[in-house]
């Protein structure tokens, strides 16, 4: 069973910068990747970013494209997200995720691609 430990979160006024961290308990081995996803009150969980360690891939959302930086530190088992520029538009619930098995990079986009989720952090953005 892989453990999600996230930490990271904050308040934070726009155009400031965050890192969240999601370390895991699980030995990373090839093929497998990692998930960030977000959910604003009253609003669906959405995709925000996505990294593969095996042939590398990173995506990200449209909406976190050029300000939000995913990253990995494979001799720490953890996965970064840098977000930079923050907007109020990025406040809400933070989460890390592992998919099950070695999904495509465009399956990564998917919440249901995950079966293993962090227990979420509040980031706030506010003037």
């Known amino acids: 069973q892989v453990e999600m430990i996230e930490s990271g979160g904050g308040s934070v006024r726009p155009g400031g910068s965050l890192r969240l961290s999601c370390a895991t308990s699980?030995?990373?081995?090839?093929?497998?990747?990692m998930g960030w996803f977000r959910q604003a009150p009253g609003k669906a969980r959405e995709f925000v970013a996505a990294?593969?360690?095996?042939?590398?891939?990173?995506i990200y959302a449209d909406s976190v494209k050029g300000r939000f930086t995913i990253s990995r530190d494979a001799a720490k088992n953890t996965v970064f997200l840098q977000m930079n520029n923050l907007e109020p538009e990025d406040t809400a619930v933070y989460y890390c995720?592992?998919?099950?098995?070695?999904?495509?990079?465009?399956?990564?986009?998917?919440?249901?691609?995950?079966?293993?989720w962090g227990q979420g952090m509040q980031v706030t953005v506010s003037s």
């Open positions: 699980e030995r990373t081995s090839s093929g497998r990747a």
């Open positions: 995720a592992s998919p099950r098995g070695n999904p495509i990079v465009s399956a990564l986009r998917s919440a249901g691609t995950y079966d293993i």
């Open positions: 990294i593969r360690w095996s042939s590398p891939s990173i």
